[in-house]
């Protein structure tokens, strides 16, 4: 097959195995990062509240309940758990990207089959002023200028 020749097809392949693996990995830490956090209790220490009375014990842990968590363990695992959903969606893009150039590839490629076996050779388009249309001199043309 002719796309197998083409670099895009192959950086597309790449993309691919890179997203597939940001995704695998990703999820599966998103998984063990979740369960590891419902897991976690955060034991909220708790003053005496003896000189307030609209203070109580409930109310004074959920006053103080951001507080505490920013600062605890609880904290560091919900930043691993946003780094790991970031990690699996840019898995879900470069996927995406991926197949998009696989597709590109494939499609070049078909076009320059159908090229070939119309026409028997790929045309080349020339300018007039380009390289491409004037004849390269050999070593030898300067001694016979005609």
């Not at 034991?43 to 309940?65: C, E, I, Y």
């Not at 470069?94 to 159908?114: E, N």
Request: with cysteine.
């Amino acid at each position: 097959m002719r796309a197998l020749l083409n670099p895009t097809f192959w950086f597309g392949v790449a993309l691919i195995l890179l997203g597939v693996g940001n995704w695998v990995i990703g999820e599966s830490k998103v998984q063990a990062h979740r369960r590891l956090l419902r897991s976690a209790e955060m034991q909220v220490v708790v003053t005496p509240t003896d000189g307030f009375d609209q203070l109580n014990g409930r109310t004074n842990a959920s006053l103080l309940k951001p507080f505490r968590v920013s600062a605890g363990r609880v904290s560091a695992l919900e930043q691993k758990l946003d780094f790991y959903r970031v990690v699996k969606s840019g898995g879900r893009v470069f996927c995406l990207i991926g197949t998009l150039f696989v597709l590109v590839g494939c499609l070049r490629a078909s076009r320059h089959t159908r090229l070939l076996s119309r026409t028997g050779s790929i045309p080349v388009r020339r300018s007039e002023g380009s390289l491409a249309a004037r004849p390269i001199p050999g070593p030898r043309d300067h001694l016979n200028p005609d």
